[in-house]
């Protein structure tokens, strides 16, 4: 009996922990030489200008970010509402919302503290109440909306396609650029020569 509580009650503080661990938000991290910033707590890059395209229609903002290319990186989109795509679209008003990693630009706002009067490291984020920026998600319940989100005051909705919103970048994953596959051969190739006189 006693082995059970001691394993219940060490459960329950690792249940804990790993809550407060979760807590924990992360700082965002440099990329392309300041051109964007990766979150690792999200794992997605985001455009460190949160207004390169101005206002457009829905459909004109997703084909911009699908055309993209920042610091040589293509593979740009606007961010997610519904990162799952469980047609639930979570409102993180507030913070410390449960599921709230699940809208990019919610979590940036309110569990990020990323707002149009204090936008860390980002530039233009536009500061009018009212003004939204697209998501990349369209309503489940009516083909002519789409998630908006205003980054003044945290406010989300869904809006007519034909309006006229902003457009934040967002890449998944982190856009580090890689070393090339070029590099790799040569530096391979190096100490091959290297083995080789070694022997000799």
């Known amino acids: 009996m006693k082995s059970?509580?001691?394993?219940?009650?060490?459960?329950?503080?690792?249940?804990?922990?790993?809550?407060?661990?979760?807590?924990?938000?992360?700082?965002?991290?440099?990329?392309?030489?300041?051109?964007?910033?990766?979150?690792?707590?999200?794992?997605?890059?985001?455009?460190a200008n949160a207004n390169i395209n101005g206002?457009?229609?829905?459909?004109?903002?997703?084909?911009?970010?699908?055309?993209?290319?920042?610091?040589?990186?293509?593979?740009?989109?606007?961010?997610?509402a519904d990162v799952n795509g469980d047609g639930m679209v979570v409102d993180c008003s507030g913070g410390g919302v449960i599921g709230c990693s699940d809208n990019e630009m919610g979590y940036l706002f309110w569990e990020e503290g990323i707002t149009a009067s204090n936008p860390g490291p980002f530039s233009n984020v536009r500061t009018i109440p009212g003004v939204f920026y697209w998501s990349g998600t369209e309503s489940a319940t009516d083909a002519t909306r789409a998630w908006r989100f205003n980054f003044a005051d945290g406010t989300q909705s869904t809006g007519l396609k034909n309006?006229?919103?902003?457009?934040?970048?967002?890449?998944?994953?982190?856009?580090?650029?890689?070393?090339?596959?070029?590099?790799?051969?040569?530096?391979?190739?190096l100490l091959g020569l290297v083995g080789i006189a070694r022997r000799k």
């Open 4 to 47: 059970y509580i001691t394993a219940t009650l060490y459960g329950i503080v690792m249940m804990f922990v790993a809550n407060q661990a979760q807590a924990v938000v992360m700082p965002l991290e440099t990329r392309l030489g300041g051109l964007a910033y990766y979150d690792p707590n999200l794992d997605i890059t985001w455009a």
């Open 55 to 80: 206002s457009a229609f829905w459909d004109v903002q997703v084909a911009w970010a699908e055309s993209l290319t920042i610091g040589g990186v293509s593979g740009w989109r606007l961010a997610s």
């Open 163 to 189: 309006i006229d919103r902003y457009a934040w970048a967002v890449h998944s994953g982190d856009v580090s650029v890689p070393v090339p596959p070029a590099i790799w051969l040569f530096g391979s190739g």
